[in-house]
């Protein structure tokens, strides 16, 4: 089956994130495809390469791209929610006249397109909040 | 209820008004998915019925008010918006209170309904 998984909560705040990535991993494990993860909502944070993990801690961040290199998976980040959250990339930076770009290399800013997109094109969308 | 099972969508709206983004971002992908001609049911259920009240003043609370993005739905073809008998019980409301034009449904007909869609959102 093709799967789309949206997550809305950051990782800061709830497990949610936690849930999707082992989902992912699942999903991988049992021979599914995956069309695309869209970062909705909170959830755009994990997108940002300015955050610090402490030690005893998960990098969901590292974690999201070590799978995404494994298995070529699309991360989209919605460009509305991410810009107001303050994670954006340069052509955004340039735009809104911002002293520095955090976007972290292997996630890309689109619209909520790729959302419909995914809807259409996948057996089962996922969400992942709370 | 959904005609093409195949690409219909169900938003849920569940979070009372000014709560959190929640609301305004399921908005948001409502009125995305719409472009792409996608057919949008939205379900407001338990304290997600409050963001239609058509008497919300938000002036107050130094925040956007959501209901005239909400008015504008039928603008953008999602006319199919349901809200549940109960949660108009609950907070003694009728259909002429709220903003915009809600089918009502039983209580006990929510899991097929929702079963319907091809895709549920809850945010």
């Known amino acids: ?26 999903l991988l494990a049992k021979g599914h495809s995956i069309h695309r993860i869209f970062f909705y909502g909170d959830s755009v944070h994990t997108a940002s390469n300015l955050k610090v993990t402490m030690r005893d801690e998960q990098d969901l ?5 070590a799978l995404s290199t494994q298995h070529q998976l699309d991360l989209v980040v919605c460009i509305a929610a991410a810009v107001k959250r303050g994670v954006i990339d340069e052509s955004e930076a340039k735009r809104h006249q911002k002293p520095g770009a955090n976007l972290q290399h292997g996630f890309s800013l689109s619209g909520l397109g790729q959302l419909a997109d995914a809807a259409i094109h996948c057996d089962r969308m996922i969400t992942f909040a709370n | 209820m959904p005609t093409n099972n195949d690409q219909s969508v169900l938003l849920i709206i569940s979070n009372p008004p000014f709560y959190s983004a929640s609301n305004r971002e399921t908005l948001d992908i409502g009125l995305a998915f719409s472009a792409f001609d996608i057919p949008v049911s939205i379900l407001f259920i338990d304290d997600g019925i409050l963001q239609i009240k058509s008497d919300l003043n938000s ?14 739905l039928e603008m953008y073809d999602i006319q199919d918006c349901y809200v549940i008998n109960k949660d108009l019980e609950r907070f003694n409301l009728s259909t002429n209170a709220l903003a915009i034009k809600c089918k009502t449904l039983d209580k006990d007909a929510i899991a097929q309904f929702i079963q319907a869609f091809k895709t549920v959102i809850n945010l």
């Open chain 1, 61 to 65: 961040t590292a974690q999201w791209l």
């Open chain 1, 1 to 26: 089956m093709i799967f789309s998984l949206l997550i809305y909560t950051s990782k800061s705040n709830s497990q949610a994130e936690q849930t999707a990535l082992r989902f992912t991993r699942s």
């Open chain 2, 59 to 72: 002036e107050q609370l130094a925040q956007k008010n959501l209901i005239n993005t909400f008015k504008a």
